[in-house]
């Protein structure tokens, strides 16, 4: 929710993703199917880029050859499509993980 009023919580996301605890949440479906924000997916590849152990695939999947970096630029060519607009995405997130609307 925090790329909705993004760059307003982007300290609180920068805090968010230095805890350690971090990794344990994230997993490649949630990431590709809720992270839609330009700038928010800038600052995961600056992360990835720079070195950070972010984990943002689960334990099973396999990405080969393909780098995650890869993987966030093809997902910022996909953004124009109708289902990954922000208030499309935010009603899926809801109704997923909280039966909501």
């Given at each position: 929710?925090?790329?909705?009023?993004?760059?307003?919580?982007?300290?609180?996301?920068?805090?968010?993703?230095?805890?350690?605890s971090f990794s344990r949440?994230?997993?490649?479906?949630?990431?590709?199917?809720?992270?839609?924000?330009?700038?928010?997916?800038?600052?995961?590849?600056?992360?990835?880029?720079?070195?950070?152990?972010?984990?943002?695939?689960?334990?099973?999947?396999?990405?080969?050859?393909?780098?995650?970096?890869?993987?966030?630029?093809?997902?910022?060519?996909?953004?124009?499509?109708?289902?990954?607009?922000?208030?499309?995405?935010?009603?899926?997130?809801?109704?997923?993980?909280?039966?909501?609307?």
């Open positions: 929710l925090m790329q909705y009023r993004w760059p307003l919580f982007r300290p609180a996301f920068q805090r968010l993703v230095q805890d350690p949440f994230f997993s490649y479906p949630d990431f590709f199917l809720y992270v839609i924000n330009v700038d928010m997916l800038e600052e995961f590849m600056f992360m990835v880029n720079t070195g950070s152990e972010l984990d943002l695939l689960p334990k099973d999947e396999v990405i080969g050859n393909v780098s995650l970096s890869a993987m966030i630029l093809h997902h910022v060519a996909s953004l124009s499509k109708p289902h990954l607009a922000l208030d499309n995405v935010l009603a899926k997130f809801f109704v997923h993980h909280y039966n909501i609307l």
